[in-house]
């Protein structure tokens, strides 16, 4: 038996009573487990089993592709979106499907049993945001940017990802009013190699250094974003993850398209 720290990323119907869940646990990484009794009224985990509840659980680990065993499951955190005061039904709803973004981009984006403690973190803190009262599509954006570091994605922005040339866009002689950025590259592309290049997005210098700001390990405070890095990194990032993963993820039409919607 195992313990662990976890965020329920998917539950589906199993049986008259019971659960299988896609769990983001803190020390294994993602599991998939079965969660017997859990649809009962009275059954063994209460109401610890809902999407994006954070909880500690025990699991028996099985061996292969083969479903764990969720034997215990105690609710530490409620996802609230639907519950926060003082704002209209729409934007709870806003705050409700950009948790659902979260939790449909970790099941794309994470393997199972491959653990990464500091995206589990970072998830928390953005939940926490999500339903609080931080600027919804600038943490939805922060959380994105960190998590394509943590995972190992994190496009060059420093040099031209083809030739490799320097490109110092933070540098005050910088005159450039554009930059392009190669999508299947994954970074910054010179002058000189542009033209070579296909799917590729032009942004602001300033733009990308928020970018590159965000892309690190502890993650920007979403305030960080202005609305015009906003409206330019929303579609170029949006665009960058769909060139990854190779299809649109399910929720990303829900997206914010302003800074503090
Ligand atoms: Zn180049």
Redesign the pocket.
């Known amino acids: 038996m195992e313990k662990s720290d976890a965020i329920v990323l998917r539950t589906i119907e199993f049986s008259e009573t019971s659960l299988i869940v896609t769990l983001l646990t803190r020390e294994f990484g993602k599991l998939g487990a079965i969660a017997k009794g859990a649809r009962r009224p009275k059954g063994p985990f209460e109401s610890a089993l809902n999407l994006l509840s954070v909880c500690r659980i025990v699991v028996i680990r099985k061996a292969n592709d083969n479903l764990d065993l969720l034997t215990e499951a105690k609710l530490e955190r409620r996802f609230r979106a639907t519950e926060l005061p003082g704002l209209t039904q729409q934007q709870r709803l806003n705050r409700l499907y950009a948790g659902y973004y979260i939790a449909e981009m970790l099941r794309l984006w994470t393997d199972d049993s491959d653990p990464h403690p500091d995206l589990y973190d970072a998830t928390l803190q953005t939940l926490k945001r999500i339903d609080g009262d931080a600027p919804l599509g600038a943490s939805v954006l922060a959380f994105e940017l960190q998590a394509i570091h943590l995972l190992g994605h994190g496009p060059r922005t420093d040099s ?1 990802v ?4 320097p490109m110092d866009h933070r540098s005050p002689n910088f005159d450039k009013k554009t930059v392009t950025f190669g999508l299947l590259e994954g970074g910054v ?2 002058d ?2 542009s033209p070579n290049h296909h799917q590729t997005v032009v942004c602001s210098p300033n733009a990308l250094q928020a970018l590159q700001k965000g892309l690190c390990l502890e993650g920007i405070p979403p305030e960080t974003f202005t609305p015009a890095n906003y409206s330019e990194l929303r579609p170029l990032v949006s665009r960058y993850i769909v060139t990854m993963l190779g299809f649109v993820p399910r929720m990303s039409r829900f997206l914010p398209t302003a800074v503090d919607v």
């Open positions: 031209c083809d030739c490799s040339a592309l010179c000189r190699c």
